[in-house]
């Protein structure tokens, strides 16, 4: 298994800004994933992050909104940009090992 | 394409009713994995089973159990005697085997338990 922490927890934000959000895993891990809840919705994949690599965006997101970093194997970063009030979501960073995905505890994200 | 289906958005029931949460899903391939995770109020998901496309027995783990049936492509949810603490959101998820990375989620079924 895999133990994930995210900081910060939650943040309201003014619109037009930036924050950047941490993943913290207790292994290395190849993978890490980032998703996006909106409120009341279902989890929408956002991008996969190798270590060495540029991240893969799936469709609707690029990286010019939702840049994401993954300096080593048990580390990453996802900034969401120039805010509005359509982002605030949770955001959750996930890792797969052994055909499973663990999910670090979510960032709650408000956009005013 | 991939596609998992939970029709029912909301449901209710009082504490000690069975309460059964329905998944259907759509896949091309033939083998792939299916997932339930519950997320409380708190939000964070909490990881409940994997089930490979192989292996359609029926599990039981303590008051939940699940039913696997591919002939028509459902991976159902039943809680037994639910309690208050099982109020969530459910949401069943699928993966390919092979690319385990990509998950399918379902749009969730919230349950709420009255006492």
């Known amino acids: 298994s895999a133990v994930i922490s995210q900081k910060p927890s939650r943040d309201i934000c003014q619109r037009g800004t930036s924050l950047t959000i941490q993943c913290q895993v207790d292994?290395?891990?190849?993978?890490m994933f980032w998703y996006r809840q909106q409120p009341g919705q279902s989890l929408t994949l956002i991008a996969t992050a190798n270590q060495g690599s540029e991240a893969t965006y799936e469709s609707g997101f690029v990286i010019d909104k939702f840049p994401i970093s993954r300096p080593n194997l048990t580390f990453s970063t996802l900034t969401v940009s120039n805010m509005s009030p359509e982002d605030s979501s949770i955001y959750l960073c996930?890792?797969?090992?052994?055909?499973?995905?663990?999910f670090g505890p979510g960032t709650r994200l408000t956009v005013t | 394409a991939q596609k998992v289906t939970q029709a029912q958005t909301e449901i209710s029931v009082v504490e000690k009713e069975d309460v059964t949460l329905d998944c259907v899903y759509e896949t091309r391939d033939t083998t792939y994995y299916l997932f339930w995770y519950k997320q409380p109020p708190s939000g964070e998901l909490v990881f409940l089973i994997r089930?490979?496309?192989?292996?359609?027995q029926n599990e039981i783990s303590g008051r939940y159990s699940w039913n696997f049936q591919k002939s028509t492509s459902s991976f159902n949810f039943t809680i037994t005697a639910s309690q208050v603490v099982d109020s969530a959101v459910y949401f069943c998820a699928l993966s390919e085997l092979y690319n385990f990375n990509k998950f399918y989620f379902g749009s969730g079924t919230k349950l709420n338990v009255k006492p």
């Open positions: 996930s890792v797969g090992t052994d055909y499973e995905q663990y």
């Open positions: 089930r490979n496309s192989f292996d359609e």
């Open positions: 292994s290395q891990v190849t993978m």
